[in-house]
């Protein structure tokens, strides 16, 4: 059977939750593409349902990023909202960061370095500790996806431009991941991930260019 056979015959045998969760999550990353607030609520959505999928399929580390999405996906809605009222300046020199009245922000190369750095050393730590003390299926890359993902969504809160690149690759990763325990429709979802990521990067980076002009 070739891939995109055994894809689609997992597809077949998706269950109603699992299409639940896809469904919420197209919706949540396309809003984010568009900065609507409204994203938060279909994040929390389809996070809360993967948290039993993730763990159903031994994916344990996925299972508890998923629960930090939904966490997550609670500050951003504030984050958000407050952003709305509160001139970013002021919010961000409240944060500790640099300062700037732009909406969408960008990062410095050495931000970039630090967080490879130390994302990708506590992503081989915990896969390593997974991979030897559970049955944790695929961990170093259920690892890699899940520490970069944090990231990833601090800097989507943030409304960090790069985030859009980090998700591009920890997405690609996924599509193989979700397929290997079963999954092929969330791999598809995670296929279109991508393709809304890039989508997600273009609409961002014209406006930072906007607010730069």
Same mark, same amino acid.
């Given at each position: 059977m070739s891939f995109f056979e055994s894809v689609y015959e997992g597809i077949l045998l998706t269950s109603l939750w699992e299409? #639940? @969760?896809?469904f919420t999550g197209i919706v949540y990353v396309i809003l984010a593409a568009l900065r609507n607030n409204l994203c938060w609520f279909f994040? #929390? @959505?389809?996070?809360?349902?993967?948290v039993y999928l993730c763990a159903d399929g031994k994916l344990y580390i996925e299972s508890v990023l998923q629960v930090f999405y939904v966490v997550m996906a609670i500050v951003g809605w504030f984050s958000w909202r407050k952003q709305a009222n509160v001139d970013?300046?002021?919010?961000?020199?409240s944060l500790g960061l640099s300062s700037s009245k732009n909406d969408v922000k960008t990062w410095p190369i050495s931000y970039h370095l630090y967080n490879l750095a130390i994302s990708g050393g506590v992503a081989f730590i915990l896969g390593f500790c997974f991979d030897t003390f559970t049955d944790q299926a695929n961990p170093y890359a259920d690892a890699f996806t899940t520490v970069f993902s944090l990231a990833a969504t601090f800097m989507v809160v943030r409304k960090v431009l790069e985030n859009w690149i980090y998700w591009i690759v920890i997405d690609l990763v996924s599509i193989f991941l979700y397929h290997q325990r079963g999954y092929s429709l969330s791999a598809v979802l995670y296929f279109i991930f991508t393709i809304l990521a890039i989508a997600g990067f273009i609409a961002w980076y014209k406006r930072h260019k906007t607010q730069t002009a």
């Open positions: 299409w #639940i @969760a896809v994040a #929390i @959505a389809s996070s809360g349902i993967y970013s300046q002021e919010l961000d020199a």
